[in-house]
Each structure stands twice: as C-alpha cells, then as structure tokens.
C-alpha cells in the first residue's frame, strides 16, 4: 500500500520588513519609556559635558590676520587689553587744552587709573607732556584722551576692569559738565558678549512660547501642541551641550550658538509637526492607533530623515571655505538638526504611543477641529486650480514679483560692522566708542602688527617702530598714538587707522600700512617678520577668503540639490525648475534685506543704524541653509504629487490635488519657521536682526509664491514631459495582501489593545505610497 505524504502546510503570508524608520518607530513605540528615558538622558549629558568642556578653541580669522593671531597665541602668554578714557565737553564746544575743566577731569582720571594698585598699568595722559599731548589730543583740539592697560590673565582682567570702571565712574561723577567716557579692547568685547549672551537668553524666552500659541492653533489641543516644542526644544539644549564639547576643537562663537538656537527651534517643531499631522490625519481616517503610527513611520518619518539629511549635506558645503566662523556654523547646524531628526523618528513615537489618544486632550474650543481631518485646504486648492488654467499669467504675475524684489539684491555691498556698529548705542560703551571713533580715528579699534622673530623685542624693531611713528605722523590715512607692548617673544604695535573700522577709507589705511608704511619701516630689520591683524584686516581678509571659495560651495550645494531631486523623483527637468525656483526666492530675500538693512528702510521700526552694508557672512549662510530646508517643503509637495500622477491622475489634477493636500501642514510649518526667526529681527546686534528678516522673508515668498503659483504654473506648462514615462499598475492583491500580514503582525506584536482588531485594507493612497523610497510622502 503507498505510503501517503503528509499534506503540505498552508504557506504563510510573506511579512514585508518595513523600512527603517517604521521599525524605528515600532521598537519606540513598544518601548517609550526606555526611548524617552534614554532622549533625556543624552540631553542631560550633553548638557553637562559641554559645561565642563570650558571656553573652546579661539576663533581665528583668514588670511594674513588669522596668521598674526595664530603667533600671538603661540606665545601661551597673559593677555592684555589696551582701554582709552575719553575727556571732551558734552556738547564738544570747548577745547582741551587751556580749558580748567577738561585737564582737571582728565587729571583725576589719570591719577585715579595709577593709584588703582595693579588694574591698571602704562597709563598715559594728554597732560605728560608736549609729546603726549600731540598724540593724545583729538586734530580739532576738544578732546583729551587717556590710556591705559588692563593686565591680563583674562580671569583676572574682568575683576580689574570692573576696579577700573568703578573709578572712572567716581571721577565722570565728580565732573558732571565732562564727558567722561571708556571704550577699549576689554569694555567693547564685554559689551558685545553681554548683549550676545542677552539676546541668545531673550530668544530662547520667547520662542517656546510663541512656537506654542502657534501650535495650539494648528492642533486645537495643548497637549499635541505641546510634543512638538518639548521635543524641538530639548534636541537645541542637546546640539548647544555638544557644540560646547565639539568646540574646543572646532571655534564656534556666539553667533553660532544664536544660529543652533534658530534653526534647531524652528526645524524640531517642523519636523515633528509633519509627523503628528499625518497621524492624527490616519487616525481621523479611520485608522486605529498603532496603524496610524506606522503609516506615519513610513512616510512622514521617511520624509524628515530625507529632508534631514539634504540639509546636514548643504551645511557641509560650508566645510569649503575653511573659515572657522563657517565650520562652527556648519557643526553647530548640523549637530542640531541630527539631533531633531534622532528625536523626531523615535522619541515622538514613543510619546505617541504613551499617550495614545489623549495626545489630543485640553482641547481649545473652536480650534483645530478641521485642521486635524484628513483633507485638502480650500483655499490652496482653488489657487492651485487657478494657476492650471492660467499658468501663463499668474505664474507671470508670479514671476515678475519675484524679480522685482530681487533686483536690489544686485546692488549688494557686503561688509562687516565692527564692534561699535552692531550694537545700539543705549550700550554705554558702543557709545564710548562712537564718540572715541568721532575724535580719534581707529582709536577704538586700532591695526595691530604683530612682529617675530629675532630681535622681535630689542633694538631692530624698536628702530622700526620709530620709523613706522613717523610715517604715521606724516600720513593721513594712519594714526597716532602708535603704541608697543611685548607679548612673550614677539612685539605688538597697535596703528590707529582712518575711518570707521569697515568702511573705503579704513580699507584704504589698511592698504597704505601693508604695502607702504610696514615694508618701509621693516626695510633693514634683518631676520624680523610681521603680519597685520585687528578688526579692519580681519574683515579684509575674510572677504577676500570667502570672494575665492563662495563658487565652490554655491557648486556643491546646487550639485546635491539636483543629485537628491532627480535620485528621488526621476525628474530631470523638475529637478532643474526647482533649483532655478529656489535660487530666485532666494535672490527675493536678499533683495528685502538690502532694502531693510542696507538702504536703512527698517531701521525705524528695528530700532538700528544702518552701516550701509550686509553682513558679509550672511548671504552665503542664507544660501546654503535655505536650500537644505527649501528641500523640506518641495520633497513634502512633490511626493504628493507624483502620488496622484502615479495613481493615475492627470498631470494637471496631481498639481492641484497634491498642492491642495498639503498645503494645510505646508502653511502650518511655514509659519512656525517665520514667527522663530522674525523674532531674530527683536534682538540687538544688526547681524541678527538681518538673519532674522532674511530667513522670515524667504520661508514667507518661498511657501507662498513659489511653492503656491510659481511651482504649479511650471508644473502645468510642463504637463506629462515633467515626469517622463508612466510605470506600469502595481500589482493591487499583492500590495493588499502584504498590507494586511504587516498589520496582523503589527497588531499581534501591540501590547496596546486599541492596535488589535480587524486589519485596515490597503487603500489607493497607500497603493501609491509604495513608490521608489525616496518619493515617499509625509
């Protein structure tokens, strides 16, 4: 009798591995508590290691500036700050000399300064003698000043010059119709970090709580507002701990950390607002939790580890200039936004799954309820249906708005405001300065020569010094009093330059010292060497540095923009209508800049002095982070459409359903992004307030015009040619019966009884999701 095969076990349905970021998100959400727990516990100790990390590096500038410091630094000794107190009338309407008033106030100053017991040493007054007051009276004979230095090292400097100013304090009282004013190295760099230090404070203040008002009214509910700042929040206080660690390695200044705090604030909340919009869209759809959380996973998350990505790679371009205040800027940023990223696609899943449904508890009455169903905005919808139909003209209308701000961005001057220029002059010591700079030109910020090398200290450079003395006496362009001091082995020579500090003429001295006054007075010094640093060389030369590198990293940042488009939608000529869209919104936002700050129109209601200027390092900043976080909003928007097109939409109606479809999380984060860096433009210093305005105003015309009527309008007159070839149908039983073994195994996994149940069929939309992985929408 045959022996009969035992009968053949049923197959078992495939399980599809899902892709990173939903098993991210699976193992996060099974165990939230371990994954919260672990996020504050690198925040806490991020936090504390770049406590103990001390100072950092020093930044250093370009070029032959860079060069100096670096020898100044070489010599690993004290430092010392060179201060001037300046004596005048207070309406300037008396002279120095022979005036009872004046001479006795700049006495009592100079005698108060020497009998300060070590604060303060090499203290010189107008009234020494013949020589000292022709050099320390001002050309027009109605100012007196009196120098002096305050001993480092820098600890022990602070706690002298607050001796110091407490007597200069007690004499300006004693002779209340004298100005009696102090400005100097020490007093501006204290008055700088002061203010740096209390913008960087108010801002963080006032973000969280506008970030949040924002959010409650996105999402109708405190709680789900709430995620989103707590999480964006904690990845900035993680990305400063580091920066401070990193930093003792690469320079990061203050500006970097202002810089974290914008971008982390304003790209936490961003990327965790696409995560928690897309799951409370499934779960308004239908979906049960645990479902929700997947779906989301494997789109939103998807498209913010995408979107992370680009801009950490744009930032790196910054790598190219070899300027450390950029490598600071494109560590700080970087950190910031790998960590937004790390927290988004675990830590808010993990929150998500804690709290389930009642991530929508505290709800505000009237608020959110149509925002949180799934669904297309009204008013975007008929816009973009409007621009199908017309694209010719309002793409045109569009376009010609655009240029129109642009077109002064072609009158760009890029310059650096010194000390004295960045900062309001309510700061008693900017005002110091601006009255020292009016009466002694370069006094505030004067060229320093650094000198090397054998002899550096005896008789061959002191003979050099007497020649460069005279040359300065002679020459309008430099200054006097031409000062010395020794630093370890090497001599510093302090050169007063005309001018401002930042402006043609102060260039022009630089020049005539560089190439004139040093090269003569050095003739015949032997083996000695020298090299020119302070404010105006360190701006010359920062321009000249970044003038031959900006093509480099404007190449490599357009490169990885198109890599990533045409990788990620196989559109080559969507790719390259993005980028050229891209680069005129950003053309857009430096021509607001250059009518706000340059031609001085917001000077009023920001409360600044123009210096007729930009930033010098703000266009290129601007540039490459704009296009990392632009990538942002366009992969959201393209992936939507492609979505419909491959669903089997027209070209045109995947236009108008997919900008329709995510307009309403589009606007939500644009708006986010403005309100964070608008409040930039309420600080203090002018560079903040010109990155402010410049990053506000191109997130507004980018979520607006661009992405609203310029995109579609392009989209439209490219029609089918946009997307190339249309692939086959995919196979609809499969993808349902793949959809729903991933969903039982997902549900028998859940120890959340809300997950298990009947699986969700597969929908059209999800059907479509299962595009090539980059497309994949949030």
Not at 56 to 65: V, Y
Request: proline residues 5%; aromatic residues 4%.
């Amino acid at each position: 009798m045959p022996t009969l095969a035992p009968p053949t076990p049923p197959r078992r349905a495939r399980q599809r591995r899902g892709p990173l970021t939903e098993r991210l998100a699976g193992w996060s959400a099974r165990n939230a508590k371990k994954t919260i727990g672990g996020w504050l516990l690198l925040v806490v100790l991020a936090v504390l290691a770049g406590g103990a990390a001390g100072s950092g590096a020093k930044t250093s500038d370009a070029g032959e500036s860079g060069r100096a410091q670096q020898v100044l630094r070489e010599q690993r000794t004290d430092e010392s700050y060179r201060e001037n107190v300046l004596v005048e009338a207070v309406d300037r309407d008396e002279r120095f000399t022979g005036s009872r008033g004046l001479e006795a106030a700049a006495k009592d100053v100079a005698a108060a300064l020497r009998g300060a017991k070590g604060a303060a040493t090499d203290v010189a007054s107008p009234l020494d003698g013949a020589a000292a007051a022709k050099e320390l009276v001002s050309k027009d004979g109605r100012s007196g000043l009196v120098t002096f230095t305050v001993p480092g090292p820098a600890a022990e400097a602070d706690a002298r010059l607050a001796e110091v100013t407490a007597e200069v304090e007690r004499v300006k009282k004693a002779h209340p119709d004298v100005r009696v004013a102090m400005a100097g190295d020490l007093s501006l760099t204290k008055a700088v970090n002061k203010a740096a230090d209390e913008d960087l404070a108010r801002a963080e203040t006032l973000s969280l709580p506008v970030t949040l008002v924002i959010l409650v009214l996105v999402f109708g509910a405190l709680v789900a507002a709430t995620v989103p700042v707590l999480l964006a929040a904690t990845a900035t206080l993680a990305a400063l701990g580091l920066l401070g660690l990193v930093g003792t390695v690469i320079p990061a200044n203050s500006t970097v950390s202002s810089v974290v705090l914008l971008i982390g604030m304003a790209v936490g909340v961003d990327y965790s607002l696409f995560y928690l919009r897309r799951e409370r869209e499934e779960r308004a759809a239908g979906k049960l939790p645990r479902e929700a959380l997947r779906i989301s996973a494997r789109t939103s998350g998807h498209a913010v580890v995408v979107s992370g990505i680009t801009v950490m790679l744009s930032m790196a371009g910054l790598f190219l200039t070899g300027v450390d205040v950029f490598n600071g800027m494109a560590v700080g940023t970087i950190l910031v936004v790998g960590l937004a990223v790390l927290g988004s696609v675990t830590v808010l899943p993990a929150s998500l799954a804690l709290l389930g449904r009642r991530v929508d508890a505290l709800r505000v009455p009237f608020l959110g309820r149509s925002r949180t169903a799934a669904g297309s905005s009204r008013a975007w919808t008929a816009t973009a249906r409007a621009v199908v139909r017309r694209p010719l003209v309002l793409g045109g209308i569009a376009l010609l708005a655009l240029a129109a701000l642009a077109v002064p961005a072609l009158n760009m001057k890029l310059s650096q405001p010194g000390q004295i220029d960045s900062l309001p002059r309510s700061i008693a010591a900017v005002d110091a300065g601006v009255r020292l700079q009016e009466a002694f030109p370069g006094g505030p910020a004067p060229a320093q020569v650094v000198v090397w090398g054998e002899g550096a200290t005896g008789a061959g450079a002191e003979k050099a010094v007497r020649a460069l003395r005279a040359e300065a006496a002679r020459s309008d362009l430099l200054g006097e009093p031409v000062t010395t001091q020794r630093v370890g082995d090497v001599l510093s020579v302090k050169v007063p330059l005309a001018g401002s500090g930042t402006d043609e003429t102060s260039t022009e001295a630089l020049k005539a010292l560089r190439e004139k006054a040093l090269p003569a007075a050095f003739a015949g010094a032997g083996s000695l060497h020298y090299a020119v640093t302070g404010q105006t060389a360190g701006l010359h030369d920062f321009a000249e540095v970044l003038d031959g590198r900006t093509p480099w990293v404007i190449g490599f940042v357009l490169a990885l923009a198109l890599v990533i488009l045409v990788a990620a939608f196989r559109a080559p000529l969507v790719a390259v209508v993005s980028v050229l869209l891209n680069l005129l919104s950003i053309g857009a936002a430096y021509g607001v800049v250059v009518l706000g700050f340059q031609n001085g129109g917001l000077a009023g209601p920001l409360g600044f002095d123009s210096f007729g200027g930009v930033v010098n390092w703000l266009p290129l900043f601007m540039f490459v982070i704009l296009f990392g976080l632009s990538m942002d909003y366009h992969v959201f928007i393209l992936s939507r459409i492609r979505e419909r097109w491959l669903r089997g939409d027209s070209a045109q109606q995947a236009v108008v359903d997919g900008v329709g479809s995510s307009a309403g999380v589009i606007t939500s984060a644009a708006v986010v992004m403005i309100a964070v860096f608008a409040l930039f433009a309420t600080l203090s210093g002018i560079d903040y307030k010109m990155l402010g305005v410049g990053m506000a105003a191109a997130i507004a015309i980018d979520a607006t015009l661009v992405r609203g009527v310029l995109f579609p309008a392009a989209l439209a007159l490219l029609g089918e040619r946009a997307w190339g070839r249309r692939p086959a149908p995919a196979d609809d039983t499969a993808t349902g019966t793949e959809t729903e073994t991933a969903t039982a195994t997902d549900a028998a996994a859940s120890d959340d009884p809300e997950a298990t149940g009947t699986p969700a069929t597969t929908t059209p939309t999800e059907a479509a999701e299962r595009t090539p992985a980059l497309t994949r929408n949030a």
